[in-house]
């Protein structure tokens, strides 16, 4: 068996979003993701993905040329060579990450968001060369299905007219009404049993109702409701008090460690985030201070598998609860937080997934939600296998593209609707 990498190769791809609202704008018509192939001596491929922004393709060419000649089970490497070309390749603007919506961006988040990729096509080629699922490269999965929450927007009926995109037919959520009929979309076509609700849209109290209106159509049902830090903390003190009888938890409702300290220190709703906790650094001084009691672990940012499971570990530790936070991904992804979810134990919230939002994938086969569930595959590597020529078709709209949509920006495709859109600042409300 021979586990030297001989080839790797990286596909920037565009692939279909719909206007999905949030504090920051709105979901462009197509969002860009990396896809990333590693082949070993012995023809085994591996798939990772990533996000596929111009920063995170510009560091992760210089990465792949590196990787040649060095082993696939070489996973701690990865760490090395990221390090050898972060600081000649990364340019970082220090501002929030509009995309990921997950605080301010550093060099370091960018080097591990690249790097997680790269891990999971690793994982994917050595299950596959051992004839091993990722699950047993982690140590062993603990359930054999992972509960995921339904991920629900406000919502417009369409992109603005004029503009190049893919229909859905979810239709529009702009009211109450409007998210608990996408709630019941939700739990007629995947089986979903919890509900988290993307705020940071309309005033709080507009919120406050869908919650409520959530709460009386679904009685029993967890829910969440995430602003995206764009609350004070005299509004999210307000809002927990309002909605403290329903939430399971309440997200990143004031922007930063010390203002989600305020909040926590004010009422006994659970604060979850994936803003103000994004780093090992992080955590000191967020677990310190009191201020979440819910870590929502991204793989693709904070390194990759087997890092999500050392945060898991530091989160027992904390007695600090932990679950999974999503971004706009297909099906390889999808497949990689299954696999190491299925390895953390005490895992007692249903993780997010973008993916019922999706409609495009380069699976020749979609993953599958049964009862809100996904089933934990025991087939070699990820357990999923790639069509080609889709991710060809996905890769010829990126390469057709003149520039506009290769970057994740929300503002942007907002203004294309209202001109005059200027990205609010924090406290919004």
Same mark, same amino acid.
């Not at 060095?70 to 089970?73: D, I, L, P």
């Not at 037919?169 to 979309?185: E, H």
């Not at 990126?398 to 593209?401: G, I, V």
């Given at each position: 068996m021979n586990l030297t990498i001989t080839d790797v190769r990286l596909t920037p791809i565009l692939v279909a979003d719909p206007p999905l609202l949030n504090t920051q704008g709105v979901h462009q018509p197509y969002t860009p993701r990396l896809i990333v192939e590693v082949e070993t001596a012995d023809a085994v491929v591996g798939f990772g993905e990533t996000y596929g922004d111009t920063k995170y393709l510009e560091l992760a060419r210089p990465f792949a040329e590196k990787l040649i000649g #060095?082993?696939? $089970?070489d996973l701690n490497g990865l760490f090395a060579v990221a390090d050898?070309?972060?600081?000649?390749? @990364? #340019?970082? $603007? +220090?501002?929030? =990450?509009?995309?990921g919506l997950r605080g301010v961006q550093t060099a370091d988040k960018l080097r591990l968001s690249v790097v997680s990729g790269f891990e999971v096509a690793c994982l994917d080629a050595l299950g596959k060369a051992l004839g091993l699922p990722v699950h047993a490269l982690l140590g062993g999965k603990v359930r054999d299905a992972v509960e995921y929450s339904a991920y629900l927007f406000y919502k417009w009926a369409g992109h603005p007219a004029g503009v190049a995109a893919e229909k859905d =037919?979810? +239709? !529009?959520?702009? =009211?109450?009404? +409007?998210?608990?009929?996408?709630? #019941? /979309?939700f739990k007629e076509r995947y089986g979903f049993t919890s509900f988290k609700l993307k705020g940071g849209v309309f005033p709080p109290d507009e919120e406050i109702a869908a919650v409520r209106a959530l709460a009386e159509a679904f009685p029993g049902h967890p829910l969440r409701l995430d602003p995206n830090g764009a609350w004070s903390v005299a509004t999210s003190l307000r809002v927990a008090e309002e909605l403290g009888d329903v939430l399971e938890y309440l997200e990143d409702p004031a922007l930063g460690t010390s203002?989600?300290? *305020?909040?926590a220190a004010g009422t006994g709703v659970p604060l979850a985030t994936n803003m103000c906790v994004t780093t090992f650094a992080e955590i000191a001084e967020a677990f310190g201070k009191g201020a979440v009691q819910v870590v929502l672990s991204d793989h693709h940012y904070w390194g990759g598998l087997r890092n999500t499971q050392q945060l898991a570990a530091i989160c027992r530790t904390f007695g600090v609860g932990v679950s999974m936070h999503s971004? @706009?991904?297909?099906?390889? $992804? /999808? !497949?990689?937080?299954?696999?190491?979810?299925? @390895?953390?134990?005490?895992?007692? &919230?249903?993780? =997010?997934? &973008?993916?019922?939002?999706?409609? *495009?994938?380069?699976? @020749?086969? #979609?993953l599958v939600f049964e009862g809100g569930k996904v089933a934990v595959s025991d087939a070699p590597g990820l357990g999923v296998e790639v069509d080609r020529e889709r991710l060809r078709a996905l890769h010829q709209r990126?390469?057709?593209?003149d520039g506009g949509l290769r970057e994740r920006d929300d503002a942007a495709a907002m203004r294309v609707a209202e001109p005059g859109w200027v990205t609010p600042g924090v406290p919004r409300w």
């Open positions: #060095r082993q696939v $089970s050898e070309v972060a600081v000649a390749e @990364t #340019r970082v $603007s +220090g501002q929030v =990450d509009v995309g =037919d979810w +239709g !529009a959520a702009l =009211d109450p009404a +409007g998210v608990v009929a996408q709630a #019941r /979309l203002a989600m300290a *305020e909040v971004n @706009t991904h297909l099906g390889i $992804s /999808l !497949a990689a937080m299954t696999q190491v979810a299925a @390895t953390v134990p005490g895992l007692h &919230h249903a993780c =997010d997934s &973008h993916y019922p939002w999706q409609s *495009e994938d380069v699976l @020749t086969e #979609r990126w390469a057709d593209d």
